[in-house]
């Protein structure tokens, strides 16, 4: 099983809202990852998880809150969001140490804020 | 930091071509590069990974080429055809850190 599930597919939400996304993979990848992603743009890093702890945040707003509970969940907490935040939101996988680590991709969140 | 830049930003070819892309890195000591592509809306597909000690990996009509001495590496299709239209990306890793860097994406359409 080489697949990222991300849900929700499609999220619209207001800037005093509160949601999640959520993001899930069951190959026993150790990193995990989120990344914001504009019409025609490369993905932006946001945020990396290594052996469930927080290694790397891209310095990116705190109304952005990552968790990660478990090996195989990552979620993105979204609060108090601004319009420019619409985006694709895409998690990935990957894992740890000197070995083959490709990373793989969710299909991501298409996030629209009001 | 890595920057990591594509040429050309947009290409359109004929069914049948054989076509090029270009990956330039400008920090040398990579762990490992990997392209990409990804539909219209949609997540990234992985289509090859090259170590940094591999020169070269192949997937059907797929080539990938690394050149870490010149900070470069080409995606070669074979072949091309419609459904080959999408949005190319690569991605390099450092020896250093467990963060990817992006290019900038080159856009194929394959008319037919």
């Known amino acids: 099983d080489t697949e990222v599930t991300q849900t929700p597919k499609h999220l619209v939400m207001g800037m005093t809202n509160k949601k999640s996304l959520k993001c899930e993979q069951h190959?026993?990848?150790?990193?995990m990852y989120w990344y914001k992603q504009k019409a025609k743009k490369p993905p932006e890093l946001m945020f990396v998880y290594s052996y469930e702890k927080l290694s790397i945040n891209e310095s990116v707003p705190s109304r952005f809150s990552p968790e990660c509970p478990n090996s195989s969940l990552l979620n993105l907490h979204l609060h108090a969001l601004q319009p420019e935040d619409s985006a694709l939101y895409l998690c990935?996988?990957?894992?740890?140490?000197?070995?083959?680590?490709?990373?793989?991709f969710g299909p991501g969140t298409r996030l629209t804020v009001l | 930091k890595q920057e990591v830049t594509q040429i050309p930003a947009a290409l359109s070819v004929p069914e049948g071509e054989n076509l090029v892309l270009n990956c330039s890195f400008t920090d040398s000591a990579i762990y490992n590069l990997q392209w990409f592509r990804q539909d219209p809306g949609k997540g990234l597909t992985s289509l090859l990974l090259?170590?940094?000690?591999?020169r070269e990996q192949t997937s059907g009509r797929l080539n990938a080429s690394l050149d870490k001495s010149s900070g470069r590496s080409t995606l070669y299709i074979a072949a091309s055809q419609p459904g080959d239209s999408a949005t190319y990306l690569c991605?390099?890793?450092?020896?250093?850190?467990?963060?990817?860097?992006f290019g900038t994406g080159t856009s194929l359409t394959v008319i037919p």
């Open positions: 990935a996988s990957s894992q740890l140490g000197p070995s083959y680590n490709e990373q793989f």
């Open positions: 190959m026993g990848h150790r990193a």
């Open positions: 991605a390099v890793r450092l020896n250093t850190g467990n963060q990817f860097y």
């Open positions: 090259i170590q940094s000690s591999q």
